[in-house]
């Protein structure tokens, strides 16, 4: 079955930076599109970067371009999100998300929660 | 990239069917027809409900339809029943080609 599991979150300086991982199994990784959603707390959810399966594209949410890199290994199965020069109020559970067709978050992980507090 | 709004709460009793809407915009809703919603329970990830505006995936109660109309798109939970009772999100493809959510609808059951 689809399993896609997050780890790296914790707590971290403003400034700072984090790579988070989502390992995924029971699908052939390499031909689905992948994307990460942040929730902050007692807050909606958010989009926050977005991976195409043949990796030609790579998008962002304002809020983060320029600091957040999505990336993947097929070799290990993982999805990144590297973030860079971080801020408090990026402190959310992030979650990674698998994509069937254009924008359809099939299956998701558990999250994982960061924390931004000097 | 606006969310999309959701009314805050919507209500109604075992049985009953409600209606949540998400209003949009020409760059999102209203030109495509990629518009998801997503069901999450407290302390748990989201779970897709419907997706391309009125499809369901697998093993998903037929009781949940969506539709849309213009910049608009619907949720309706009919027969509603005690484990309904969660948090609601719209979501659409934009014209940026990254997504966007709506503001979340707090559904309770009485």
């Known amino acids: 079955q689809v399993q896609l599991v997050e780890s790296g979150g914790g707590v971290v300086q403003p400034g700072r930076s984090l790579r988070l991982s989502c390992a995924a199994s029971?699908?052939?990784?390499?031909?689905?599109?992948m994307h990460w959603v942040r929730q902050a707390p007692g807050k909606g959810l958010e989009w926050v970067a977005v991976?195409?399966?043949?990796?030609?594209?790579?998008f962002y949410a304002d809020s983060v371009k320029g600091r957040f890199t999505i990336s993947r290994d097929i070799s290990k199965n993982t999805l990144y999100l590297q973030m860079n020069s971080l801020r408090v109020d990026d402190t959310a559970v992030y979650y990674c998300?698998?994509?069937?067709?254009?924008?359809?978050?099939?299956?998701w992980g558990q999250g994982t929660l960061v924390t931004v507090s000097s | 990239q606006s969310a999309l709004t959701q009314p805050a709460s919507v209500s109604g009793s075992p049985g009953q069917s409600i209606t949540i809407f998400c209003t949009g915009t020409s760059s999102d809703i209203g030109s495509y027809n990629y518009v998801s919603w997503h069901q999450q329970h407290p302390g748990k990830a989201p779970k897709l409900l419907i997706y391309?505006?009125?499809n369901r995936p697998a093993g998903i109660s037929s009781r949940f339809s969506g539709s849309k109309s213009g910049n608009t798109a619907s949720l309706t939970i009919s027969g509603l029943q005690a484990e309904d009772d969660a948090d609601y999100y719209c979501?659409?493809?934009?014209?940026?080609?990254?997504?966007?959510f709506g503001t979340g609808t707090k559904v309770t059951v009485l």
């Open positions: 991976l195409w399966s043949d990796e030609s594209n790579k």
């Open positions: 979501s659409s493809f934009t014209s940026s080609s990254i997504g966007v």
């Open positions: 998300a698998r994509v069937s067709g254009v924008a359809a978050l099939d299956y």
């Open positions: 029971g699908f052939t990784f390499s031909t689905f599109g």
């Open positions: 391309d505006v009125s």
